[in-house]
């Protein structure tokens, strides 16, 4: 373990080194950069998919799930080492990542508090959906996920929670609706009423909230839906 561990720590040390070569401290704090044109993915990903064919992620303490979280989030807009871009059930592109090494790798990232893991969280919380059924402690981690500040994480949490089926979802959609002022927030929690939910009365209640709401992505979505459920 060891080795891993010193792996890990090089690994994440040559991509912050790589940053630091490229990019200004401002865009890095801003994380105003691009990931994916990191030029040593594979050697990364070669070290990971290496970890999931010997089962060793269960292994990890928690500051070496930290760097591999570390390099999750870098890897959003690949989507090789969490699978989220892709159609199917599994977790990864790149191997098969055990269910409870996700949800433990899901617990410590919610324990992390920095920026630069927005882009973990908004892929754990999205690939929940292949995890089912919604147990007490995916609900909990879930939960964690929504009341993070970043926005994209908040609206994915929301939407996984209504799809596995969470009791208080149309609680949370009210609170969402009424305290998160974005478009994209607001057009999701009209995607859990119409596409999950399917609560005619309620879609139709908050279709007249979004009415005099700003933004043209919502205002196309409301078209959208008034058009396929024949509203006027």
């Given at each position: 373990?060891?080795?891993?561990?010193?792996?890990?720590?090089?690994?994440?040390?040559?991509?912050?080194?790589?940053?630091?070569?490229?990019?200004?401290?401002?865009?890095?704090q801003?994380?105003?950069?691009?990931?994916?044109?990191?030029?040593?993915?594979d050697?990364i990903?070669?070290?990971?998919?290496?970890?999931?064919?010997k089962?060793?992620?269960?292994?990890?303490?928690?500051?070496?799930?930290?760097?591999?979280?570390?390099?999750?989030?870098?890897?959003?807009?690949?989507?090789?080492?969490?699978?989220?871009?892709?159609?199917?059930?599994?977790?990864?592109?790149l191997?098969?990542?055990?269910?409870?090494?996700?949800?433990?790798?899901?617990?410590?990232?919610?324990?992390?508090?920095?920026?630069?893991?927005?882009?973990?969280?908004?892929?754990?919380?999205?690939?929940?959906?292949?995890?089912g059924?919604?147990?007490?402690?995916?609900?909990?981690?879930?939960?964690?996920?929504?009341?993070?500040?970043?926005?994209?994480?908040?609206?994915?949490?929301?939407?996984?929670?209504?799809?596995?089926?969470?009791?208080?979802?149309?609680?949370?959609?009210?609170?969402?609706?009424?305290?998160?002022?974005?478009?994209?927030?607001?057009?999701?929690?009209?995607?859990?009423?119409?596409?999950?939910?399917?609560?005619?009365?309620?879609?139709?209640?908050?279709?007249?909230?979004?009415?005099?709401?700003?933004?043209?992505?919502?205002?196309?979505?409301?078209?959208?839906?008034?058009?396929?459920?024949?509203?006027?």
């Amino acid at each position: 373990m060891k080795d891993i561990k010193l792996k890990l720590q090089d690994l994440v040390f040559n991509f912050r080194k790589w940053l630091s070569e490229n990019y200004t401290q401002q865009n890095i704090q801003a994380l105003l950069f691009d990931d994916a044109g990191y030029p040593y993915w594979d050697e990364i990903e070669d070290f990971y998919s290496d970890l999931l064919e010997k089962d060793l992620i269960k292994n990890l303490d928690e500051a070496d799930k930290e760097n591999l979280l570390y390099l999750m989030a870098r890897n959003w807009d690949c989507g090789r080492m969490l699978a989220w871009l892709s159609t199917g059930e599994q977790l990864s592109n790149l191997g098969h990542l055990e269910k409870n090494d996700f949800i433990n790798l899901s617990k410590t990232l919610s324990k992390i508090h920095k920026d630069e893991y927005d882009d973990a969280k908004s892929q754990f919380a999205s690939l929940f959906k292949r995890i089912g059924p919604l147990t007490y402690e995916i609900e909990e981690i879930l939960l964690m996920f929504y009341n993070e500040k970043n926005e994209y994480t908040k609206r994915l949490a929301l939407i996984t929670l209504g799809s596995l089926g969470y009791s208080d979802i149309k609680k949370l959609i009210k609170i969402s609706w009424e305290t998160v002022n974005d478009e994209h927030h607001k057009m999701g929690c009209l995607y859990i009423i119409y596409e999950t939910l399917k609560d005619e009365e309620l879609l139709k209640h908050y279709l007249y909230l979004a009415q005099n709401e700003p933004g043209e992505y919502l205002k196309n979505y409301i078209s959208e839906i008034s058009k396929q459920k024949n509203y006027s």
